[in-house]
């Protein structure tokens, strides 16, 4: 009897070929010896960036990449997912990032689950078999999160705001906004800590991503 054969002589299904993407080093060795221990999975590639994700995705044709958010140089996780999406690979996000802005971000890209990397071995394995097969998994907190986004109403945000938000999107910093709206630099970043708090984000970059996805730029 083969190794691709079962005990009862039919053949076993094939392992998932799993692409690992993260630019830690220490962290892929951990991911690959971890996932060397469980049954069913094959890691067939590792990247350290997110063009090296999207090249390795195009050449090695994985089931399933094990994405990281944030890459460092580059094109962060989020864009190489939303390249890689449409190939028919899935991705299944790997992060210790679990703000609103980064789940919608990774979601909205096309990514198939979102799992936190403090979750269980026995949870990332079910993951990634549950990837394979194109159904969705997040991890307890990250499902929390979007439930309780999708039952709260849209962030009704003041023309103030709005405006700032516009400044914003155009990459300005604080001093030009002020500059621009004829307002001090202390009331702008007022006005910046409400927008965080009702876009649920804590970063520009991630109230710039929450304002386009919900159509709040003009």
Request: proline content about 5%; charged content about 25%; hydrophobic content about 45%.
């Amino acid at each position: 009897m083969t190794s691709a054969e079962t005990s009862a002589g039919t053949p076993a299904s094939p392992a998932i070929r799993v692409l690992l993407c993260d630019d830690h080093v220490v962290v892929r060795a951990g991911l690959l010896a971890l996932l060397d221990s469980a049954p069913g999975i094959e890691v067939v590639g590792e990247a350290g960036s997110g063009e090296e994700a999207v090249a390795l995705a195009e050449k090695l044709r994985p089931d399933v990449v094990l994405m990281d958010l944030q890459l460092g140089a580059g094109i962060d996780g989020v864009e190489a997912t939303r390249r890689i999406a449409p190939t028919g690979v899935h991705v299944l996000v790997l992060t210790t990032y679990d703000t609103d802005a980064d789940i919608t971000r990774a979601i909205g890209a096309g990514a198939t689950g979102y799992l936190l990397k403090a979750e269980r071995p026995e949870e990332l394995f079910a993951a990634i078999h549950a990837a394979a097969e194109g159904r969705t998994t997040l991890s307890p907190p990250v499902a929390s999160r979007v439930m309780a986004r999708m039952r709260s109403p849209q962030p009704t945000l003041t023309e103030r705001e709005l405006e700032i938000l516009e400044q914003l999107a155009q990459g300005l910093g604080n001093r030009d906004i002020a500059r621009a709206l004829f307002i001090s630099e202390a009331t702008v970043k007022t006005h910046l800590g409400r927008i965080y708090d009702k876009l649920g984000v804590d970063t520009r970059a991630g109230a710039v991503s929450v304002a386009k996805e919900q159509r709040l730029l003009g």
